[in-house]
């Protein structure tokens, strides 16, 4: 087994002198002699990783405020560098490495014991999947990207990201803004400049995209690139499958003056009609593809509500009351909502455990965990649906059969976080932070992709 120590280890000296009394100093009173407790050093703190890395690519182990003082096991191909392991694999194997890490800053002080179990393998994205956040030199974006929004013919994504090689002249680090990829070219394109702008829909065919900016709601047309208001606020808001008409709340609570309003807005007349004079303590969330039901999320409880005949269905909870809602849909038949948000938030800043799932109306229950889940979608028809979870691989599912594929060949070294859906299901896109999906996509850095399914 190979040792190998990063920087100057430190001397530990223990002087015993045997044989030998003390001698009391001048006018000392004897005493009789303490019993002196042993020094003990406590045991580090246990820790294990297990990780993979793709074959003929670089590799970096550190974890955030820890340090490697000494590692036990190296394979040849790795070494240990200023705290912190690199190389490169050159095959397929296992390999098990035990580290001493000392930690830093807020760890300052403390010592670990650490397993890592690495594995070289193949990469893991299934064949047909496309890395949509790839940058104008050829190499994945160089920051986050993700809330990957895919048109219902699967010919246009629309997301965020704050990578800065994505189009030229991007400078500004840090603050995201919209870009859009079109499969016909495989190109990125941004779409909005504001940063930190929100997608609220895209239309089927990918020609419309509804925007909330600071100025308000919008509706851009991607053909002449018009871009219209909609209305000068919006709580919750939504846009047809058509691209033609949008739903939106135009105010927060009850206690604004007037009632805040749930309304539809129609392109072709400019026109906007009023479809709950007062929506009262409840905020609208998602509304189906055809425009007809609409989710609206309550302080406990949640309902689906006929935008034609008026009338409401007790939803029950879908874990996001209280919370925040990132997105919500609806099939055109009412049966099946996807929830993608966050729980009750508790106290000490903490914002609420994420929460998406698929919610099936005509039983009345869940499809699946929803608690920790990072996405969910479904296709405007219900027959499939697909939940990005923390315990399992991002999986399609068929409604009626319960026949799953999966746009992954094994499981990744990371998180899944937005999922969204063509209507026929042939195309998944998500966002992952995973390492080894495609060659050179880089840890704990979430990229956005999508996964053709073989026909």
Same mark, same amino acid.
């Given at each position: 087994?190979t040792t190998v120590r990063g920087g100057v280890a430190a001397l530990a000296a223990a002087a015993v002198v045997g044989g030998l009394a003390a001698v009391p100093a001048v006018g000392a009173v004897d005493a009789a002699p303490a019993t002196r407790p042993a020094h003990t050093v406590a045991a580090p703190d246990a820790n294990r990783v297990v990780d993979t890395v793709l074959r003929s690519e670089r590799y970096d182990y550190q974890r955030q405020n820890w340090r490697i003082r000494e590692a036990n096991g190296l394979p040849r191909w790795l070494r240990l560098?200023?705290?912190?392991?690199?190389?490169?694999?050159?095959?397929?194997?296992?390999?098990?490495?035990?580290?001493?890490?000392?930690?830093?800053?807020?760890? &300052?002080?403390?010592?670990?014991?650490?397993?890592?179990?690495?594995?070289?393998?193949?990469?893991?994205?299934?064949?047909?999947?496309?890395?949509?956040?790839?940058? /104008?030199?050829? =190499?994945?974006?160089?920051?986050?990207?993700?809330? %990957?929004?895919?048109?219902?013919?699967?010919?246009?994504?629309?997301?965020?990201?704050?990578?800065?090689?994505?189009?030229?002249?991007? =400078?500004?680090?840090?603050?995201?803004?919209?870009?859009?990829?079109?499969?016909?070219?495989?190109?990125?394109?941004?779409?909005?400049?504001?940063?930190?702008?929100?997608?609220?829909?895209?239309?089927?065919?990918?020609?419309?995209?509804?925007?909330?900016?600071?100025?308000?709601?919008?509706?851009?047309?991607?053909?002449?690139?018009?871009?219209?208001?909609?209305?000068?606020?919006?709580?919750?808001?939504?846009?047809?499958?058509?691209?033609?008409?949008?739903?939106?709340?135009?105010? +927060?609570?009850?206690?604004?003056?007037?009632?805040?309003?749930?309304?539809?807005?129609?392109?072709?007349?400019?026109?906007? =009609?009023?479809?709950?004079?007062?929506?009262?303590?409840?905020?609208?969330?998602? %509304?189906? +593809? @055809?425009?007809?039901?609409?989710?609206?999320?309550?302080? @406990? *409880?949640?309902?689906?509500?006929?935008?034609?005949?008026?009338?409401?269905?007790?939803?029950?909870?879908?874990?996001?009351?209280?919370?925040?809602?990132?997105?919500?849909?609806?099939? @055109?038949? +009412? *049966?099946?909502?996807?929830?993608?948000? $966050?729980?009750?938030?508790?106290?000490?800043?903490?914002?609420?455990?994420?929460?998406?799932?698929?919610?099936?109306?005509?039983?009345?229950?869940?499809?699946?965990?929803?608690? +920790?889940?990072?996405?969910?979608? /479904?296709?405007?028809?219900?027959?499939?649906?697909?939940?990005?979870?923390?315990?399992?691989?991002?999986?399609?599912?068929?409604?009626?059969?319960?026949? =799953?594929?999966?746009?992954?060949?094994? *499981?990744?070294?990371?998180?899944?976080? $937005?999922?969204?859906? $063509?209507?026929?299901?042939?195309?998944?896109?998500?966002?992952?932070?995973?390492? @080894?999906?495609? *060659?050179?996509? &880089?840890?704990?850095?979430?990229?956005?992709?999508?996964?053709?399914?073989?026909?």
């Amino acid at each position: 087994m190979t040792t190998v120590r990063g920087g100057v280890a430190a001397l530990a000296a223990a002087a015993v002198v045997g044989g030998l009394a003390a001698v009391p100093a001048v006018g000392a009173v004897d005493a009789a002699p303490a019993t002196r407790p042993a020094h003990t050093v406590a045991a580090p703190d246990a820790n294990r990783v297990v990780d993979t890395v793709l074959r003929s690519e670089r590799y970096d182990y550190q974890r955030q405020n820890w340090r490697i003082r000494e590692a036990n096991g190296l394979p040849r191909w790795l070494r240990l560098r200023d705290g912190r392991l690199t190389g490169t694999a050159p095959r397929l194997g296992s390999w098990r490495v035990s580290l001493e890490e000392r930690g830093v800053r807020k760890q &300052r002080g403390k010592v670990r014991r650490t397993t890592l179990v690495l594995r070289a393998v193949t990469q893991r994205a299934a064949p047909g999947t496309v890395l949509v956040t790839r940058g /104008i030199d050829g =190499r994945p974006a160089n920051g986050w990207s993700g809330n %990957v929004t895919l048109s219902g013919d699967g010919g246009t994504a629309v997301f965020s990201s704050a990578a800065t090689n994505l189009v030229p002249g991007s =400078r500004q680090p840090d603050a995201a803004r919209l870009y859009v990829w079109e499969a016909a070219t495989g190109r990125v394109t941004l779409l909005h400049p504001e940063a930190w702008a929100q997608v609220e829909g895209i239309s089927g065919d990918g020609r419309r995209v509804l925007l909330d900016l600071t100025a308000g709601l919008f509706l851009l047309d991607r053909a002449d690139l018009s871009l219209t208001q909609v209305a000068p606020r919006a709580v919750g808001a939504a846009l047809t499958e058509d691209g033609l008409r949008v739903v939106y709340q135009d105010r +927060g609570n009850e206690l604004d003056s007037p009632a805040p309003r749930l309304l539809e807005w129609t392109a072709a007349t400019g026109a906007t =009609r009023t479809l709950v004079a007062d929506v009262g303590t409840q905020t609208f969330a998602g %509304v189906s +593809g @055809d425009g007809r039901h609409a989710v609206m999320v309550g302080s @406990d *409880r949640s309902t689906l509500l006929d935008t034609t005949t008026g009338s409401v269905r007790d939803l029950g909870r879908l874990g996001v009351e209280l919370g925040g809602i990132v997105r919500v849909e609806v099939s @055109d038949d +009412g *049966r099946l909502v996807s929830v993608l948000g $966050s729980g009750v938030a508790a106290g000490s800043g903490h914002g609420g455990d994420p929460v998406g799932g698929v919610h099936d109306t005509g039983f009345g229950m869940s499809r699946g965990p929803s608690r +920790g889940n990072l996405g969910a979608a /479904i296709t405007p028809d219900g027959g499939h649906y697909a939940v990005a979870t923390s315990r399992r691989p991002l999986r399609v599912v068929d409604t009626l059969t319960g026949a =799953r594929t999966s746009p992954f060949t094994a *499981r990744p070294g990371g998180e899944q976080g $937005s999922v969204s859906l $063509s209507d026929d299901a042939t195309r998944v896109a998500y966002s992952s932070d995973a390492h @080894d999906l495609l *060659r050179g996509t &880089r840890r704990g850095l979430a990229n956005v992709f999508i996964w053709v399914r073989p026909r």
